[in-house]
């Protein structure tokens, strides 16, 4: 599995952002596909996911905030990023899940300002 995320960028506090995660390869036993993220001196978190049933979980912290959805067709999942924090700055990444591998996509850099 293959992941290309895109999307990212320089925004101001309060604005939005999307991110997209197109899979490609051996897609056909995706359980899973989140975003996670990870800021300078901190772990990476989980910020969203969506399994293929569809149901989403979400951190705290985006709660209202975010929303993950993806395109079956398109074989991408979004983040729907509205309501952007300083805090939000971190480089996001995506990953995909199957029953015997994770795989993670190049990292996106999301930066909010002030």
């Known amino acids: 599995v293959q992941l290309q995320a895109s999307g990212g960028g320089l925004v101001q506090a309060g604005g939005s952002l999307r991110l997209s995660c197109a899979a490609s390869g051996s897609i056909f036993s995706i359980n899973a596909m989140g975003w996670y993220r990870q800021a300078p001196g901190k772990e990476r978190e989980l910020v969203a996911a969506?399994?293929?049933?569809?149901?989403?979980n979400y951190a705290d912290s985006v709660k209202g905030r975010f929303t993950i959805s993806r395109d079956n067709a398109k074989n991408t999942v979004y983040l729907q990023m509205n309501n952007l924090k300083r805090e939000d700055t971190a480089v996001y990444y995506c990953?995909?899940?199957?029953?015997?591998?994770?795989?993670w996509g190049k990292g996106t850099q999301v930066t909010v300002s002030s």
């Open positions: 990953n995909a899940v199957q029953a015997i591998a994770t795989y």
């Open positions: 969506i399994t293929s049933g569809g149901s989403t």
